[in-house]
């Protein structure tokens, strides 16, 4: 792995300030590590820095970013850039694309007369949303893509800039179906693609529910556009994978954890979901 002052020259590129935060294959990332990331992001912003651009992994770059959105808060949303970028060849590959990336990463955190579009991803000379980048190829360095969406997310509700890690992602469909935990504040069950369960799920989603525990369903493709309904006693990931829908329940249960307030939240959340 390269230094952080190694990548800027080999992309011949000049920051203000260049931190070396942890040396660490994304896939290796622990959610105590994504939010010592956040928290370099936020600190950098509190500084002073106006745009801050974060290289990372590619394997779990779109969930760093996302939950670096969720916790920016709305006024250093206003104030800053916050872009995400990497690479998908090795730096020592006569053709790596890290290069061209951090410079096309670097253009666009300086145009700060765009600031309010929340924390992005900007990789072969796009840009995406945290809420909407995925990565879709492994072998392409064009690795990622958000379909037709908007290159920012919309406003998100507030958060104290803390979560709630004891939310559990549980799969459940035809070829897994994993336990629910019973110690948890709030559950993600990814189910199939249109995030129906089971029904042998049904008495535990509802003693969850009866409990004041949250539970998200969540699939793995675009789902149709859905809001929270009292009598469903579920909510609903709408367009976050499940991942995405992890982490912004532990967002909401950060700030709250009494199930009407998380139930609000969510439904703030998804006023901004775009098919």
């Not at 009866?210 to 149709?224: F, H, K, N, S, W």
Request: glycine share 6%; proline share 4%; aromatic share 6%.
């Amino acid at each position: 792995m390269l230094s952080g002052d190694e990548l800027t020259t080999n992309a011949n590129v000049t920051f203000d300030s260049v931190t070396d935060l942890l040396a660490i294959p994304s896939w290796d990332l622990s959610i105590t590590d994504v939010l010592t990331i956040v928290a370099a992001v936020l600190a950098a912003i509190d500084a002073g820095h106006q745009s801050v651009i974060v290289t990372h992994g590619t394997d779990t770059m779109e969930e760093s970013a996302w939950l670096t959105d969720l916790l920016l808060g709305a006024e250093r949303r206003a104030t800053s850039r916050v872009i995400f970028t990497g690479a998908m060849r090795f730096s020592d590959d006569d053709d790596s694309d890290g290069p061209a990336n951090l410079k096309y990463a670097l253009n666009q955190a300086m145009q700060t007369q765009h600031s309010n579009q929340g924390a992005q991803i900007a990789f072969a000379g796009k840009l995406h949303a945290a809420r909407w980048a995925g990565k879709i190829d492994a072998s392409s360095l064009d690795a990622f893509a958000s379909g037709s969406r908007p290159a920012s997310s919309g406003p998100l509700p507030p958060t104290n800039g803390t979560i709630d890690v004891n939310v559990a992602l549980v799969t459940a469909n035809s070829v897994v179906r994993q336990a629910i935990p019973e110690d948890v504040h709030g559950v993600v069950i990814q189910g199939t693609g249109a995030a129906h369960v089971p029904s042998t799920y049904f008495e535990q989603i509802e003693q969850l529910w009866e409990r004041g525990v949250p539970v998200v369903l969540a699939t793995r493709t675009r789902d149709i556009a859905r809001t929270f309904d009292a009598i469903d006693r579920v909510l609903w990931a709408g367009d976050l994978t499940p991942e995405k829908a992890t982490l912004a329940l532990m967002a909401a249960l950060g700030s709250s954890r009494q199930l009407p307030a998380v139930c609000n939240w969510w439904s703030n959340l998804m006023s901004q979901s775009i098919r």
